[in-house]
């Protein structure tokens, strides 16, 4: 069974800038959830996704946006990059069948350095 | 909205001793509550969860968590450490009532582990 992945694992842009984050969920998983986690700091909420519909999104601005795909794999898209948007982003996937109490896992992340 | 609150974002034990960290939530009602451990440059990998079955639960590598509603407390604990254990703790929660799973985490421990 695979895990969760992410790609790329390390990316540098400049303010300004856009990027896309990829992820793909664990096999049987239809619930995939962003977080970006800033140094020191504990995983802060993104957004998540529900058979390629947003089910929920946290305290970031529009320029963070995402999508699901068929297949349950997922992007996270940010526009108009930011100093303040280095950090490392998670991805996790849950199988969708048990509401809040399910178990999320966690992809290894990728860390993005904004110059 | 609910908050999570861990005390002491280092905590420093010898081999063999007790590990201890704490964790708070505030919610009006009691949440799913999750601890998770992070290595360094790695995802989040769940240490165990409590979903209202038994108030005292058993994780995986000799970790446990007692869940206490009137401290609002979520503390987890093992007996004796490893140097393994090295590395940041993160507790977190969901909202039992929400329809998505979506976890608040708090600030995270570092753990260190001296022979």
């Known amino acids: 069974e695979t895990g969760v992945t992410q790609s790329p694992t390390h990316l540098i842009k400049t303010r300004g800038q856009q990027v896309t984050l990829r992820c793909s969920s664990q096999?049987?998983?239809?619930?995939v959830s962003w977080y970006q986690q800033a140094l020191g700091q504990g995983p802060q909420f993104i957004f998540q996704y529900y058979r390629e519909e947003e089910n929920g999104r946290g305290n970031f601005p529009p320029r963070f946006s995402g999508l699901q795909f068929p297949n349950y794999s997922s992007e996270l898209n940010v526009n108009a990059l930011e100093l303040d948007d280095s950090a490392l982003y998670l991805c996790a996937s849950s199988p969708g069948t048990s509401g809040s109490q399910e178990t999320q896992y966690f992809g290894p992340g990728t860390r993005l350095l904004v110059l | 909205a609910q908050s999570v609150t861990q005390l002491g974002s280092h905590v420093s034990v010898s081999e063999g001793a007790l590990v201890l960290l704490r964790c708070n939530y505030s919610?009006?009602?009691?949440?799913?509550l999750f601890w998770y451990v992070q290595y360094p440059n790695q995802g989040l990998q769940l240490l165990l969860k409590?979903?209202?079955?038994?108030?005292l639960v058993k994780g995986i590598n000799g970790f446990e968590a007692e869940f206490k509603k009137s401290e609002t407390s979520f503390h987890l604990t093992k007996p004796s450490a490893h140097m393994s254990d090295a590395a940041e703790y993160f507790c977190a929660v969901s909202d039992r009532q929400a329809a998505g799973n979506k976890l608040t985490f708090g600030g995270g421990t570092r753990v260190l582990v001296k022979p």
């Open positions: 409590y979903t209202s079955a038994a108030t």
């Open positions: 096999s049987g998983h239809n619930t």
């Open positions: 919610s009006s009602v009691p949440p799913y």
